[in-house]
């Protein structure tokens, strides 16, 4: 039987630090409970909401990289409490690593992954590959690599997170090396498998993890982790047909950054926090301008971060991965946006 965990707001008030304001932080933060904890290290979530049930997946392992290859697992809840799984992938000599959910227009689930060939602890190659459900999102067919343009296809191909936009799916794809030429490229599909290049980001440091998203006036807005130069992320907008765009420093490094755009416009993200003396998974407002308000840290510490993030009904739905209790596991938070709106005006 799956073990749930559920942290009292007066606890969670004393984790975060945020005592000074009890009634804003009980108001904004309804729940927090572990809903996955079986495998030795259960780490970089996603979340999505799928034909009335909630559906979470995350890459199970020994460790941060191996060990033991990992897998992905995707489990379900009706309820947001119950789990169950739903499916487990996994590939012999290949460790899977960083899953993705989306829902296609013809209502399917679409994961997407990484397929890491390892030697020991150092990466050999990396490629992008992508699996689907079926319309019930029951069973998920086997991964398959992703279609790029021949003159993209390197060593090291990690297409991290993508977002559906009518009809057509965005998502960054960023290739690392030895050396310091690392690149991130903008990339679209209709079919979830064969990728078009948009463009290449003019972007030095190192540019990594991205998540993309689209406000009412059709404008992609990338949040972006550097893991060069100063480390600072990057929030970068650009209209159709996102060929020219603006970039601005966030005044923080990233760990796997999320955020959902909130009725009336504000961004909300999640991300690794680097600034206290144990890593946290953190909750901000961020702005075009990269102005970067920080709101709190859920209970975190150590090795943690990667949430999804679902917007239904006034609530925030995250999913994140944290040690903070002895290994990492799997947690889901409610915060309620009202809330938000009380504790950052």
Not at 179 to 187: N, Q, V, Y
Not at 222 to 249: A, F, T
Request: aromatic share 12%.
């Amino acid at each position: 039987m799956l073990l749930r965990f559920c942290f009292p707001v007066l606890c969670l008030m004393v984790c975060t630090g945020l005592s000074a304001q009890p009634t804003n932080v009980q108001k904004a933060l309804i729940s927090i409970e572990r809903i996955w904890d079986r495998a030795e290290h259960n780490a970089f979530t996603d979340l999505v909401y799928f034909r009335d049930k909630w559906y979470c997946t995350f890459r199970e392992g020994t460790g941060h990289v191996p060990g033991v290859n990992g897998s992905i697992r995707v489990i379900a809840s009706a309820d947001g409490q119950n789990w169950t799984s739903v499916a487990l992938i996994s590939e012999a000599g290949i460790d899977l690593r960083d899953p993705k959910l989306s829902v296609t227009p013809d209502k399917r689930l679409m994961l997407n992954l990484e397929a890491a060939y390892y030697e020991g602890r150092k990466a050999l190659k990396r490629e992008s590959w992508v699996a689907f459900s079926d319309k019930k999102g029951t069973r998920f067919g086997p991964g398959e690599n992703i279609k790029l343009p021949t003159e993209l296809i390197s060593n090291s191909d990690w297409l991290w997170r993508v977002t559906w936009h009518k009809g057509t799916a965005y998502g960054v794809m960023y290739q690392s090396s030895a050396d310091e030429d690392w690149r991130a490229h903008l990339l679209k599909t209709t079919d979830g498998k064969n990728f078009d290049l948009v463009t290449t980001f003019p972007i030095t440091g190192k540019p990594s993890e991205a998540t993309v998203r689209f406000d009412q006036q059709d404008r992609l807005i990338v949040l972006l982790r550097q893991d060069g130069e100063d480390k600072i992320g990057l929030i970068g907008n650009s209209l159709p047909p996102y060929g020219e765009w603006s970039w601005k420093k966030v005044g923080r490094q990233l760990g796997g950054p999320n955020f959902v755009i909130l009725p009336g416009g504000r961004l909300v993200c999640t991300t690794r926090d680097y600034t206290g003396p144990e890593r946290t998974t953190a909750l901000a407002f961020v702005g075009l301008d990269g102005q970067y308000e920080p709101v709190f840290s859920f209970p975190s510490n150590g090795d943690t971060s990667y949430p999804g993030m679902v917007l239904r009904d006034g609530i925030l739905y995250i999913s994140y991965y944290s040690g903070h209790e002895g290994k990492a596991n799997i947690y889901l938070a409610r915060v309620s946006v009202d809330g938000l709106g009380l504790i950052a005006p």
